[in-house]
């Protein structure tokens, strides 16, 4: 199993940027993809972009487009989602996901990003 800590969320004036932060820790040696979702209050849980450890191929959801970029650190284990141009309807909690080949779906915590108009 992988534990997961997210980190880098807080308020930001629309235009804004924010650089979350996810760091993977347990069996993070089968580790096949990490990925961020976010779920605003009274809406499904959206993807908003991904990477397949194994490749490194990276995926976005239709939000995340543009304005978005995900990177990662192999060596701390470790995924980061730089938002640029926030508006409001980006506030949410984000949560950073992480499957191995062994188990799928371990979640963090979460954490909050709030945009101001």
């Known amino acids: 199993q992988v534990q997961l800590a997210e980190s880098g969320g807080g308020l930001v004036q629309s235009g804004g940027s924010l650089r979350l932060s996810c760091a993977a820790s347990?069996?993070?040696?089968?580790?096949?993809?990490m990925a961020w979702y976010r779920q605003a209050p009274g809406k499904e849980r959206e993807f908003v972009a991904g990477?397949?450890?194994?490749?490194?191929?990276?995926r976005y959801g239709y939000s995340a487009k543009d304005r978005f970029t995900l990177s990662r650190d192999v060596a701390e284990t470790t995924i980061f989602l730089q938002m640029n141009s926030l508006q409001p309807e980006a506030t949410a909690p984000y949560y950073c996901?992480?499957?191995?080949?062994?188990?799928?779906?371990?979640w963090g915590q979460g954490t909050q990003v709030a945009i101001s108009s």
């Open positions: 347990g069996s993070t040696f089968s580790l096949y993809d």
């Open positions: 990477i397949r450890w194994t490749t490194g191929n990276i």
């Open positions: 996901k992480a499957d191995t080949k062994y188990c799928e779906g371990s």
